[in-house]
């Protein structure tokens, strides 16, 4: 019985994404008080917003399959590019803000951390 029970923790931890199988990462509450220093910074107020800090990486690439089948401007397009760049070959976190009301339209703002140094790596603003 221990061992099926021990078997089912480890098995469970692994599957998580903040499991000590991610030893040297930064926390997922280190993670959270890094995003809102920044997304404070970058001008967004912490009460109209809800914050996934878990699903962050999940919703940036559908949000990227879905840009990816909408014509974008040129400029948009650089901006894309420009981020993916920065977190090509990095191990990151990505946290998803959005606002809390559902008749808001835009403002939703991905802030990309570096997983090992806590550094900013980019963020990118919706309209």
Known sequence: MKKKLGL??????????????????????????LVSVEAVRLGYNL??????????ERRWNEYQLFLAG???KEDSERYLDSIRSRLAGKKYRAAYFHPKDPLTLGGD????IDAFTGDVLANFRGK
């Open 8 to 33: 089912s923790l480890v098995l469970l931890l692994g599957c998580c994404p903040w499991s000590v199988a991610n030893a040297g990462e930064i926390s997922k509450e280190k993670l959270g008080e």
């Open 109 to 112: 703002l991905f802030i990309f």
């Open 47 to 56: 009460e109209e917003m809800e914050i996934d800090l878990d699903g962050g």
């Open 70 to 72: 909408h014509e974008m």
